[in-house]
């Protein structure tokens, strides 16, 4: 089974230019959220997904962030224009969908550098 | 909305030793408990998870222990192994939402 596909790995930019992520869950989940890891902290939800229909972003600057998922499979988190505490890195991560469903699969994340 | 705590936030360990870290969370509608290793420069994987319907888990080494009624979980790993080494994040979710992640634990296990 393939795994939860991020790009880019490596992203390093200067304060208040643009980056994309981009993400490829699990075929079938219909769960993907977005993750901001600080270094040294635990992951953060930025922005969690059912489908096409976002569940949860309440904790998602809205003034320089956006994230889609238009087709109800991949997703683009965007960040427009950067700080220099968006230095992270990004978590996509999926499951399956209902109240019994566990386990999150996380990608291996997208470790942005802002200067 | 839910906070988790999560102690130690450092641990060492003599190989062979055991190892436990906490957690605590706020919102008693919480009702899913994974536990997540995440070595340096990877991805978090499960390792185990817990039910609000069970009091306690155990796979190999590794087993989780909850109490509702004070709403906090632990980790415990027995006989603790160099490959141990990580640092551990606990979290907590409700009805598989929203899951809310602890600062995490990073365990050192000595040799």
């Known amino acids: 089974e393939a795994g939860v596909a991020q790009s880019p790995r490596y992203k390093i930019i200067e304060k208040r230019q643009s980056v994309a992520f981009w993400c490829n869950p699990i075929?079938?989940?219909?769960?993907l959220y977005w993750y901001q890891q600080i270094l040294g902290q635990g992951p953060k939800l930025l922005i969690q997904?059912?489908?096409?229909?976002?569940?949860?972003d309440s904790q998602l600057p809205k003034d320089r962030f956006s994230a889609e998922r238009l087709k109800g499979v991949d997703s683009t988190l965007k960040i427009q224009p950067a700080k220099l505490e968006d230095s992270a890195v990004y978590l996509c991560?999926?499951?399956?969908?209902?109240?019994?469903?566990?386990?999150?699969?996380f990608g291996e994340g997208s470790r942005l550098t802002v200067l | 909305g839910e906070n988790v705590e999560q102690h130690p936030s450092t641990l060492s360990v003599q190989e062979g030793d055991s190892a436990v870290i906490k957690c605590t969370y706020s919102?008693?509608?919480?009702?899913?408990f994974p536990w997540y290793k995440q070595e340096l420069g990877k991805r978090p994987q499960l390792i185990i998870d817990?039910?609000?319907?069970?009091g306690e888990k155990k796979d190999q080494r590794i087993a989780v222990t909850l109490n509702k009624t004070a709403k906090h979980f632990s980790l415990h790993i027995t006989e603790t192994q160099p490959e141990d080494s990580a640092v551990y994040f606990c979290?907590?979710?409700?009805?598989?939402?929203?899951?809310?992640f602890g600062p995490g634990t990073r365990l050192s296990v000595l040799p």
């Open positions: 817990i039910r609000s319907n069970v």
């Open positions: 991560a999926s499951r399956t969908s209902g109240s019994l469903a566990g386990e999150l699969f």
């Open positions: 997904f059912q489908n096409n229909g976002v569940v949860d």
């Open positions: 979290a907590a979710s409700m009805g598989g939402q929203n899951f809310v």
């Open positions: 919102d008693s509608a919480s009702n899913y």
């Open positions: 075929s079938g989940h219909a769960t």
